[in-house]
């Protein structure tokens, strides 16, 4: 089977500007989580989706936003970016049932100027 | 809420001995899962070991295993026969049903060859 891919890999934005993050989860697989790793707060869970809803939400503000498309593939948009926000996110995808370990992809490095 | 904790930032080893990282949760259910996780300088992160709450039985992966004490919530995992590669990020993480993946504050593992 393919591992979680997410795409780009790489990006840098400007402040004031919004970006889109795309994850691809193993095939079959129904819940992708999104997840923020900096070297100051360590990992931070963002949110969970699972077969197109939202299941679990962690406490970051509104500017960042999810989606899960009937494929299960997901995407996160961060609106209006702040230097803060440059990290690297995260992407993981389980079942969503049982065991519910999660997979991880490769990450997308986000630099914010 | 579930804390995880892992008091050990940074830890080392020689080549070719045995490594023990600790890691301790707080929850007040029965019922859960817990994980290790190894993230390496190329940064994805890896699924390395699980256990099962209501198993006994430490779970093992070859050159990793667990010692699981459920009363005491200390969940620690043991690398036998370090190598150069299991230089790593490891991160301990906790999962109870269909809630979030909580994760520890990881520990640093070096290899000295």
């Known amino acids: 089977k393919a591992g979680v891919t997410q795409t780009p890999r790489y990006l840098i934005k400007t402040r004031g500007q919004q970006v889109t993050l795309s994850c691809s989860p193993i095939?079959?697989?129904?819940?992708v989580s999104w997840y923020q790793q900096t070297p100051g707060q360590g990992l931070q869970f963002l949110f969970e989706y699972f077969s197109e809803t939202q299941r679990n939400k962690g406490n970051f503000p509104g500017r960042f936003s999810g989606r899960q498309f009937s494929n299960s593939r997901s995407e996160m948009n961060v609106s209006t970016l702040e230097l803060g926000d440059s990290a690297l996110y995260l992407c993981a995808s389980s079942s969503g049932q049982g065991i519910y370990e999660q997979y991880f992809g490769p990450g997308t490095r986000l630099t914010v100027t | 809420a579930q804390t995880v904790t892992q008091s050990q930032p940074e830890m080392s080893v020689q080549e070719a001995e045995t490594v023990t990282l600790s890691c301790t949760y707080d929850t007040s259910e029965s019922d859960y899962y817990l994980f290790w996780y190894k993230q390496p300088p190329s940064r994805q992160m890896i699924l390395v070991i699980r256990q099962e709450a209501y198993k006994q039985q430490n779970a093992t992966e070859n050159r990793f295993s667990v010692n699981f004490q459920k009363a005491a919530k200390s969940f620690s995992l043991k690398i036998s026969d370090s190598q150069l590669g299991d230089a790593a990020m490891y991160f301990c993480?906790?999962?109870?049903?269909?809630?979030?993946?909580?994760f520890g504050q990881g520990t640093r593992l070096t290899i000295n060859p």
């Open positions: 993480a906790y999962r109870q049903g269909a809630q979030k993946l909580v």
């Open positions: 095939s079959g697989h129904r819940s």
